[in-house]
């Protein structure tokens, strides 16, 4: 119905940067906030960055000042520009979109992707 494709995940080295992406496609009527979630392992999912139609955005404490979040509405599409990355990053991103597929069912559904690891060395 709905799909969501990360892209971009990799192993870098501490310092450096790398940018995300995740396209959504499939029965779209409306999008409405993108988010970007990561977790590591033992640890739960967490909030990194969200964005709104308007691209308003907000951020994880651990995040701001490092990463950027940027959408395309036209494309369905939302970024994550990852900079300044510490070895503490490292984990499985996933990308989050509320989706409203049809204009006569006004609901807003969660969908995912299927996540993109980033490793951070040191």
């Known amino acids: 119905q709905v799909q969501l494709v990360e892209s971009g995940g990799g192993l870098v080295q501490a310092g450096g940067s790398l940018r995300l992406s995740c396209a959504a496609s499939g029965r779209i009527f409306d999008i409405s906030d993108m988010v970007w979630y990561r977790q590591s392992p033992g640890k739960q999912r967490e909030v990194v960055a969200s964005i709104t139609p308007l691209k308003s955005a907000n951020f994880a404490d651990s995040v701001k000042g490092r990463f950027t979040i940027s959408r395309d509405n036209a494309r369905n599409t939302v970024y994550l520009q990852m900079n300044s990355l510490k070895p503490e990053d490292t984990a499985v991103y996933y990308c989050?979109?509320?989706?409203?597929?049809?204009?006569?069912?006004?609901?807003?559904?969660?969908?995912w992707g299927q996540g993109t690891q980033v490793t951070v060395s040191s």
């Open positions: 989050n979109a509320l989706v409203r597929v049809t204009y006569i069912d006004r609901t807003y559904r969660p969908f």
